[in-house]
C-alpha cells in the first residue's frame, strides 16, 4: 500500500468523499498561495502568530517557541500569497514543566542556547495591517510583552470574533475546526498551527466569501471590555459561568462584548452582579487594543 502513487491515492479519496458515508482528511501542507484567479481591490497584509510558552501566567511565564508565517490577501478576503513561516525557540533559562513538554514536545535539551530573532520577528509582524492568532487573548500579551516595539499592532482572533455556529461549524478549536474543512495536521506546534489557521482562514463559505472576510468584518467593530470592578465575592462562581475571566493583577473579572450585546449584558450585571450596589468600568476596544493586558 504504501508504493501506491499520489494520483491514484487522491482519486481513491475522491471515490470515498463522493459516499455519504464517508469523510476524507487530507494532510496540510505547505503551499505558496491559496486564491490563484485576479485579486480584487488593495492588497493588505496579514500575518499568522502562535506561541508556546513555560506557561499561561502572562505575567510571569515566557515563550519558549514563536511561529510567525506573513500573507497577503485581497479586499474579498482571498489570501492570494504565503510567506516562509518563520519559527524560533527561545530559552527560558528554567527547567519546562514535564507537562508543558508533554503537550508541545518540546524539551529543555531543544531549548537551549536558543533565542528569538527579535529583528527579524519584528520587521515581519511590524509589515501587518493585521496580526491573526487562534487564541489572541492568550497570544497578544506574550507577544507585546515580549516584543514591546510592535505593541499597538491591530489584532484579530480567529476563535473569539468568528460565530462559528452561524457559519456551520461546531465548536472553536483549531484542529476541530480544520477538520470540519476536510485537513489534519499534527497539533500543538507553533508551525503547524499557524499553518493551519491560515488554510483555515481561506476557506471558502457557502456565499463565496471566506472565512478571513467573516472575520476582518467582526475585527473592524468595537468591542466592549467590561471590568466586573468590586464585584461581590459571592458573584464570583456566576460571573466565572457566564465566560467572565479573573485577572490576578488587577484583581477583578472581566468579559468583553460587542456592541449589539453591551446593554444586555450591563442589565445582567446590574440584576445578578451588583444587585443595585454597583456599576462595572466599561471601555471601548479596537483591534488596535483588544487582546492587549
Known sequence: MTNLSAATLDHAADLLEAHPDFRVLRRLRAVEWLFTGKPS??????????????????????II????????FDALGRITEIGQARVWRE?????????????????????????????????????????????????RPFVDRRLPAIAGKAWACSMAEVDWLELGFEGRALAHLVAQCGWFYEGHRAENDILALIHLLSHALPDETTILSALLARSAQPLFRIHAVEAPFDAKDALKARGYRWDSLLRFWWTSVSGEDLEAETAWLSEHVYCGRGNPAISEQSALERYSR
Open 41 to 62: 481591490g488593495d492588497m493588505r497584509v496579514g500575518v499568522a502568530v502562535d506561541v508556546e510558552t513555560t506557561g499561561l501566567d502572562h505575567g510571569k511565564d515566557q
Open 65 to 72: 517557541e514563536l511561529a510567525i508565517q506573513r500573507f497577503r
Open 91 to 139: 530559552d527560558p533559562g528554567v527547567p519546562l514543566d514535564p507537562r508543558i513538554t508533554m503537550l508541545t514536545g518540546l524539551t529543555d535539551e531543544d531549548l537551549v542556547g536558543k533565542a528569538i530573532d527579535e529583528a527579524a520577528a519584528i520587521h515581519i509582524l511590524a509589515s501587518a495591517d493585521i496580526i491573526v492568532a487562534h487564541n489572541a487573548a492568550f497570544d
